[in-house]
């Protein structure tokens, strides 16, 4: 008997682990951006198109970090920079830094955010901070996780999205004619569909957010899939 639960109980996981990867790689291919004026989005119901949402951040705490700690470092690969480089330097940032977005004390703030968009076997939040001063061009990348956030914390940039259909054009020159380019300023939170491709590009200086989560049957497959 007990044996029989045991393999019942595998065969159980199996299947949820197989048709919960399935559905994250679904998608709508006539996906159109959709604009909100607030965060009021169904709870436990996946969402097939991106989001463009109005949300007033609480930046006290960010302006003051960075006011307040000019010395500090943070790391892209080999190449480290300072905070106060930012205001010597021209066309420099710092992307995706986990140790930034803790030392900005946003994480009540990226919490209260993720959980609007969580369901019960949502697992492994992570949640990042970029500084972008100048002309900074983020190459394409793909939305690897159940649910992708950006929000502009401070100043301007541009974002397209690409819809998976145009994946095998992502290397031609003219890329931009295939997304959806959308004018990313502050206060604005941008939900990304799983399986769609974004680009960052930057003329100004810009504060983000990333916020990023899978569940329990995704993550390990999430983490090591291309």
Known sequence: MFNILIQLSFVFL???FTKN???????NDKSELVVLKDLDIDRDKRIMDPLLI??????RDVYEYIKNNPLKHYCNGDMCLRLSDFDTLNDVYIYKNDELHKDLNIKNMSENIIEKFQNMYSFNSKYYCSLLKGKVDIKSEKNRNNICLLGCLHGRCTVYLYNPKHKSMLKEDNIKKYGIKIDFE???LLYIPSEWYYSIHNNENSVLLHL???TYF???YNEYRE
């Open 212 to 214: 990023q989560s899978d």
């Open 186 to 188: 502050n206060d604005k």
């Open 14 to 16: 199996v299947i949820m």
């Open 218 to 220: 995704t993550s390990l």
């Open 21 to 27: 990867i399935m559905d994250m790689k679904k998608y």
């Open 54 to 59: 109005d949300y007033k951040f609480d930046t």
